[in-house]
């Protein structure tokens, strides 16, 4: 059977599940706010205790973090995200999950070869990307200011 571009094209058009992207915008939408509602919470209570806020900022980040890491390791934050999309990846759980999930993918490899070489592979991107497009920022504001 010869198959054109075309009858592929139509053939995966078909084969291809159904999106509703305002559904899943909106669903994303309120888990990543519920997300950052629930760092809110976290900050607000640990500030109640803590004079210095930014103490408090900076645990609120940990727990975020070990929460996140808690979850992947438990198979609920791929549950969350099977549903809510997007919204997972509010940047400090996401970027935990990302470590943590290739972390626990590589574990069998060991703690050198495996965990070790792989960790970063998801998040390694992120980083560079982020870090390139950081210092190019910076650049750009040096010579304007």
């Not at 500030?47 to 806020?53: A, H, K, L, M, R």
């Not at 792989?118 to 560079?128: C, N, S």
């Amino acid at each position: 059977m010869n198959i054109t571009p075309e009858l592929y094209d139509q053939m995966s058009k078909n084969a291809s599940p159904k999106t509703n992207s305002r559904v899943n915008v909106a669903t994303a939408f309120c888990v990543g706010g519920l997300i950052c509602v629930i760092g809110e919470i976290i900050r607000t209570l640990l500030e109640s205790y803590i004079s210095d806020t930014t103490t408090a900022a900076l645990w609120t980040s940990i727990i975020l973090i070990s929460l996140s890491s808690i979850f992947t390791g438990l198979g609920w934050y791929e549950k969350i995200a099977k549903h809510a999309g997007a919204g997972t990846l509010v940047p400090i759980t996401g970027f935990s999950n990302a470590i943590s999930s290739s972390a626990i993918e590589a574990k069998s490899e060991g703690a050198i070869l495996g965990v070790g070489t792989k960790i970063f592979t998801i998040a390694g991107p992120v980083i560079l990307y982020g870090c390139t497009a950081s210092v190019i920022y910076g650049i750009i504001y040096y010579i304007i200011m």
